[in-house]
């Protein structure tokens, strides 16, 4: 079955330093992969998603991602960490078939100190 | 352009009352439709899903049931809410037949007290 592992559930950086936020999944086929975000109390927004194109995908607010076949992963990062960009990250997958639910992971919590 | 409407945002009722929340989607036809809860510091957990009207999904067997009365219409139903009904609750659409992303309501805030 198809699933995605995030490494670290809580990630915390500076103000202007660079965040990453790891991903890695499980797909015996290539998978689509997305990165969702979620400010507190509200819904979920895609960042990005990666559908077998080009291996580095960028996504909205400045956050990119690179699938990497050999190390099955598909990390998220930026180059300079905004307070706005508190909230949770969930990574996903879609297994195969044209109607099955999203897979999430559990989610990494990234904070962002002034 | 497709948008999803959710409703309401917030919402507090007693234990042993009944739950219905709703979701609707414009801009698109014959959606797959989705009901997630969220837990406090927890990662989403699927309820339900829909590829179509009248059929429903269910991940994880509870006090909660779901109905797809019309093709962008998606209600999560309880006959009587428990406590740990209590949680945040999204629903999500894609399109119909397609690996393809899901596009999430606001969510719902439910606190059974």
């Known amino acids: 079955a198809q699933s995605v592992t995030q490494l670290d559930s809580h990630v915390s950086v500076s103000e202007g330093t660079p965040v990453l936020l790891r991903c890695n999944y499980s797909?015996?086929?290539?998978?689509?992969l997305f990165w969702y975000v979620q400010h507190p109390n509200k819904g979920l927004q895609l960042l990005l998603k990666?559908?077998?194109?080009?291996?580095l995908v960028k996504g909205i607010n400045g956050f990119e991602a690179e699938f990497k076949k050999s190390e099955t992963s598909f990390h998220l990062t930026k180059p300079s960490a905004h307070m706005s960009d508190a909230a949770e990250y969930f990574c996903?997958?879609?297994?195969?078939?044209?109607?099955?639910?999203?897979?999430f992971g559990k989610g990494t919590r990234l904070s962002v100190i002034a | 352009s497709q948008t999803i409407h959710q409703w309401p945002a917030t919402l507090v009722q007693p234990v042993g009352s009944p739950l219905s929340l709703e979701c609707t989607v414009e801009?698109?036809?014959?959606?797959?439709l989705y009901w997630y809860r969220q837990a406090a510091g927890r990662g989403l957990q699927l309820l339900f899903y829909?590829?179509?009207?009248?059929?429903i999904s269910s991940e994880v067997p509870q006090n909660l049931s779901a109905s797809r009365p019309q093709d962008r219409q998606f209600i999560l139903s309880s006959k009587k809410l428990l406590l740990s009904d209590s949680g945040f609750y999204l629903c999500?659409?894609?399109?119909?037949?397609?690996?393809?992303?899901?596009?999430f309501g606001q969510g719902t805030r439910l606190t059974v007290v």
């Open positions: 801009g698109t036809s014959n959606p797959n």
């Open positions: 797909s015996s086929y290539s998978p689509s």
């Open positions: 829909s590829v179509g009207i009248g059929q």
């Open positions: 996903v997958v879609i297994p195969a078939g044209g109607n099955t639910p999203l897979v």
């Open positions: 999500a659409w894609s399109e119909g037949g397609m690996r393809t992303e899901a596009f």
């Open positions: 990666y559908t077998s194109a080009a291996t």
